[in-house]
Every structure is written in structure tokens, then in C-alpha cells.
């Protein structure tokens, strides 16, 4: 069981990029999958969750408007496609996955390897 992410890496501000999480050992249309990021010395923040039995999603209000997170059941993936970056932006970001819950960070069960984001001009 485990998570294979991909598409981090460097933009100027205003750039775009995608993350991606290939789940792997279990199927993401059981799960809250979300997106989390972390800066040295602070702690985890939570960014964005999609409820696969109800579609619902929650975005942080640092986020919204320009983040947007979404499933694939065909590709078992989960993505974050992040448009008009910030360099606030800049981060570790990981990909999770709830069997229960997925409101608090402690309720997900799977963890990717985590990706560094960096806005920077």
C-alpha cells in the first residue's frame, strides 16, 4: 500500500503546476483523499480534501479559487492542479487518504512521499 507522487518543482509567480498521487494497494474511490503541505519549522497545514462518497471538497482560504483538488477512480490518481501561484505557496506538499473521516490530519491513514513546491521569481 503506498502512494507514488509526482509534478512538484519550480515556477515563477503567477505559474501553474499539477501534483499527482498514483495510489497503489488500495482503491482512492473508498477514501477522503487530501493534499497537505508543510514549511521548515512550521507546522503541517492542511490545503484541500475531496469526500469521494458525496464529492464534497474543502479548500483552505489561502488556497481558494486557485487550487483545485480531483480524483480519477479510472487511474486510481488524485491531483492538485494549483494555478496563480504565490511564493507563500512554496512547500512540501503530500497527498493523503482517509478510510474514515478526513477532517483532521490525524484521521488519514496513507501518506505520499511529499513533493517540494517552490514559487520564486
Known amino acids: 500500500v503506498y502512494f507514488v507522487e509526482s509534478g512538484g518543482g519550480s515556477v515563477q509567480p503567477g505559474g501553474s503546476l499539477r501534483l499527482s498521487c498514483v495510489a497503489s494497494?488500495?482503491?482512492?474511490?473508498?477514501?477522503?483523499v487530501g493534499w497537505f503541505r508543510q514549511v521548515p519549522g512550521k507546522e503541517r497545514e492542511g490545503v484541500s480534501c475531496?469526500?469521494?462518497?458525496?464529492?464534497?471538497?474543502y479548500y483552505a482560504d489561502s488556497v481558494k479559487g486557485r487550487f483545485t483538488i480531483s480524483n480519477d477512480t479510472t487511474k486510481n490518481t488524485m491531483y492538485l492542479q494549483m494555478n496563480s501561484l504565490k511564493p507563500e505557496d512554496t512547500a512540501v506538499y503530500s497527498c493523503?487518504?482517509?478510510?474514515?473521516?478526513?477532517?483532521?490530519?490525524?484521521?488519514?491513514?496513507?501518506w505520499g512521499q511529499g513533493t517540494q513546491v517552490t514559487v520564486s521569481s
Open positions: 475531496f469526500d469521494s462518497s458525496d464529492h464534497s471538497t
Open positions: 493523503a487518504a482517509a478510510r474514515i473521516g478526513g477532517t483532521r490530519e490525524a484521521e488519514y491513514d496513507y
Open positions: 494497494g488500495f482503491d482512492l474511490d473508498d477514501f477522503t
